[in-house]
């Protein structure tokens, strides 16, 4: 697109609509307008005019308010979908395999779909951290787009002005003045807070123009916020992980280099309705126990150096805590939640290696539901393997048995008994409430003794470096708002011709009432013409305005 030469003979940059000048219409559109287009004060933006390139065509694309818009539906969307089940740092299961193997089992389907479109995960996936980041270069962008068109009409605000801008404008009027009503206009402009300039027989009054900036103020907070949302995926910034610790147990805090945590005991104290706890004996007895406190003893520890990422061995005292709801245990810029709890969860379980005909017992073994081993020795040489360990065994699938996740709830196992008497071994599937032989009746069996339980603590370890720049982006965005919603940018002008009349134009974005109101008290002290609403005149007389 070419330059355009007004008739005042500025010379215009492309796609200008009104001179920047003396305010004339350049183009045949805008000259069959009763109305100005004042959005821009007629300054063309870059997305309307260059469209050749792929870089116009990228710019063109990322600067429509529709596809900012169309992001955020479909980043809501998704946001929405991923409330559809739990994220993965809700589920009973450690590791991308088991992971996966939880959300097919649990959830069917609907849960291998959900895990292999990342809504597992989904604020850490790609693709919607690329939907964020193309929210973001949308906003940018836009901004860009739309602010340096209004900053340049903005900055080179002209006094005197065109009568066919003057006449174009929606207040407008025109009639006889005296010699001093400029000045008059003037000083009570001045009174009423008005930035005001004369050049020789025109006068320019600018009221509340930092309103005009209140949006590219919303989107430069928009984007710090998006910022400090895609810097959560940066190792280091953010952190929100869950431990599940049982009782007794060491283990390596995760995403805390250095730090493990010991779970010494945990404890539930609940309302018993008597005394001090009267108040919620109603609610006892609705629904049977309320809890007044859960927490966890840990001992805090940290790795000395050069020793292996996860190591559990000769860690050096650091701290005891008791971790209770909202008190968290706060180290090195980690916060560590008590969230959740599991009680009586299943430790170890016994079993006695007997005869099935004389039940005599051929010595015990316990296994560790966590650890189990592969071997047991009994007296007499008898051993017990364990074929296969199923932690909460769900029924068979084509003749396999099956867990439904690797938490000991219903475990079950496959074991070969051998003794003396049978030295080519025995094979049968255990469960708490069955045993099943699949090669026909054995000789010995285990039969179950004792089980031993313990608690497990379920806790969150969260670390947020981008918290700061999260309010910052959040407080900067509320100032856009409170700056758009509640100023607005007002404009007169007003010329006296050679014949003495006073032409009269105003201009806002928004609030025509105040407006109009300034107006009228301009027009009593400093005798103005009378003025009209000109769009109002067209709606009355049904009249479009092009």
């Excluded at 285990?446 to 407080?475: C, H, M, W, Y």
Aim: glycine residues 8%; contains cysteine; aromatic residues 12%.
């Amino acid at each position: 697109m070419e330059k355009t030469q007004c008739k005042c003979g500025y010379v215009n940059p492309p796609g200008t609509n009104l001179c920047e000048t003396c305010g004339r219409s350049l183009t045949e559109k805008e000259q069959n307008k009763l109305l100005a287009d004042m959005r821009y004060e007629g300054v063309a933006r870059r997305s309307q005019t260059y469209n050749k390139s792929i870089i116009d065509k990228v710019w063109n694309f990322f600067s429509s308010v529709k596809v900012g818009v169309g992001l955020i539906v479909v980043i809501l969307i998704a946001a929405a979908i991923g409330t559809i089940l739990p994220q993965h740092m809700y589920v009973p299961a450690t590791g991308e395999t088991a992971i996966k193997a939880y959300y097919s089992d649990v959830y069917g389907s609907i849960g291998r779909v959900y895990h292999f479109l990342g809504f597992h995960d989904m604020y850490s996936s790609v693709w919607f951290i690329v939907l964020v980041g193309m929210l973001a270069i949308s906003l940018i962008i836009a901004s860009l787009d739309r602010f340096v068109p209004l900053y340049r009409s903005l900055k080179s605000q002209r006094v005197l002005r065109h009568p066919s801008f003057m006449n174009k404008q929606r207040i407008y009027g025109q009639g006889p003045g005296a010699d001093d009503t400029l000045h008059k206009a003037e000083a009570k402009l001045k009174e009423l807070k008005y930035k005001v300039r004369m050049d020789k027989n025109g006068l320019l009054a600018e009221k509340g123009r930092f309103s005009r900036w209140g949006p590219y103020v919303n989107h430069i907070g928009l984007i710090i916020f998006l910022s400090g949302v895609m810097l959560r995926m940066i190792p280091g910034f953010y952190v929100d992980e869950t431990l599940w610790l049982r009782e007794g147990e060491t283990r390596a805090i995760p995403e805390a280099p250095g730090y493990s945590l010991e779970n010494l005991k945990f404890k539930v104290e609940t309302y018993n309705g008597e005394g001090e706890d009267a108040r919620f004996s109603e609610a006892i007895d609705r629904v049977g126990t309320v809890v007044k406190n859960y927490q966890t003893d840990v001992v805090l520890y940290q790795q000395p150096e050069g020793s292996l990422p996860g190591a559990t061995e000769n860690l050096e005292f650091v701290k005891e805590y008791p971790l209770r709801v909202n008190q968290p245990l706060k180290f090195d810029g980690y916060a560590m939640y008590q969230m959740d709890y599991k009680l009586d969860e299943l430790k170890t379980m016994t079993f006695a290696l007997t005869d099935q005909q004389t039940e005599e017992s051929l010595g015990e073994l316990t296994i560790d539901l966590i650890n189990p081993d592969e071997r047991y020795e009994l007296k007499n040489g008898s051993t017990v393997e364990l074929l296969g360990y199923y932690p909460n065994f769900s029924g068979f699938e084509n003749g396999e048995p099956q867990t439904a996740s690797p938490l000991p709830d219903n475990p079950g196992f496959l074991v070969e008994m051998t003794t003396p008497t049978t030295p080519k071994g025995e094979t049968s599937f255990i469960t708490i409430q069955n045993t099943i032989e699949p090669f026909g009746d054995n000789q010995y069996k285990l039969t179950f003794q004792s089980a031993e339980t313990r608690n497990v603590s379920g806790l969150t370890v969260r670390k947020d470096r981008t918290l700061p720049i999260l309010g910052l982006g959040g407080f900067i965005f509320m100032i856009g708002v409170a700056q758009g919603m509640y100023f607005n940018h007002r404009l007169f002008w007003l010329q006296q011709t050679d014949n003495g009349d006073i032409l009269l134009a105003g201009h806002t974005n928004k609030n025509w009432y105040s407006l109009k109101k300034d107006l009228d008290q301009v027009s009593e002290y400093a005798l103005l013409p009378a003025f009209t609403d000109q769009q109002e005149d067209m709606e009355k007389e049904g009249k479009p305005q092009s």
